[in-house]
T-cell receptor, first 115, second 111 residues
Framework: AQTVTQSQPEMSVQEAETVTLSCTYDTSESDYYLFWYKQPPSRQMILVIRQEAYKQQNATENRFSVNFQKAAKSFSLKISDSQLGDAAMYFCAYRSMGSQGNLIFGKGTKLSVKP | NAGVTQTPKFQVLKTGQSMTLQCAQDMNHEYMSWYRQDPGMGLRLIHYSVGAGITDQGEVPNGYNVSRSTTEDFPLRLLSAAPSQTSVYFC??????????FGEGSRLTVL
């Protein structure tokens, strides 16, 4: 079975600085999706970024980018120019290809942003 | 743009009571699922469905029932509520591939 590990329960960053959140996963599959979701205090789950495993290019969405290392099974999220609104729980998630692939979540990293 | 709609958003139950959490999506997604979120545990899958009439168990199915009579609706039933079911519940849907779209969550407290 696939597993997702986020080794940093809490992180802190100064406003305007850069922070990297770590995620590793375990799978025997070659094709899959990886995601980062943000959960602010409103508890809404918001998709931050997605990566298809067959794509070698790292995904980027504005200030958010990932470092996808398929061989190492690592999927870290980099937030540049951190803003107060980035403070939230961040969840890394894995999903197999195919209609019956369920999303498997890590336990989350709580990010604080200091003004 | 309704997306995924969950009701109620908050509920307090007594031990032994039953209730249904409603979930509806208007995106014509075949895949729907229910997760529960507990502190320090991330989100854990309760039940899921890949289409009308098809449901299956996830990681933590005990004490919950689901059914999928239409593409749009996927209710979650608590048969006899227990304090261990105090949690935040999320419904989610997706196309065959890709990311899940989540409802706003339902906070359930069982006394």
């Amino acid at each position: 079975a696939q597993t997702v590990t986020q080794s940093q329960p809490e992180m802190s960053v100064q406003e305007a600085e850069t922070v990297t959140l770590s995620c590793t996963y375990d799978t025997s599959e070659s094709d899959y999706y990886l995601f980062w979701y943000k959960q602010p205090p409103s508890r809404q789950m918001i998709l931050v970024i997605r990566q298809e495993a067959y794509k070698q290019q790292n995904a980027t969405e504005n200030r958010f980018s990932v470092n996808f290392q398929k061989a190492a099974k690592s999927f870290s999220l980099k937030i540049s120019d951190s803003q107060l609104g980035d403070a939230a729980m961040y969840f890394c998630a894995y999903r197999s290809m195919g209609s019956q692939g369920n999303l498997i979540f890590g336990k989350g990293t709580k990010l604080s942003v200091k003004p | 743009n309704a997306g995924v709609t969950q009701t109620p958003k908050f509920q307090v139950l007594k031990t032994g009571q039953s209730m249904t959490l409603q979930c509806a999506q208007d995106m014509n997604h075949e895949y729907m699922s229910w997760y529960r979120q507990d502190p320090g545990m991330g989100l854990r899958l309760i039940h899921y469905s890949v289409g009308a009439g098809i449901t299956d168990q996830g990681e933590v199915p005990n004490g919950y029932n689901v059914s999928r009579s239409t593409t749009e609706d996927f209710p979650l039933r608590l048969l006899s509520a227990a304090p261990s079911q105090t949690s935040v519940y999320f419904c989610a849907s997706s196309k065959e591939y890709g990311e899940l779209f989540f409802g706003e969550g339902s906070r359930l407290t069982v006394l």
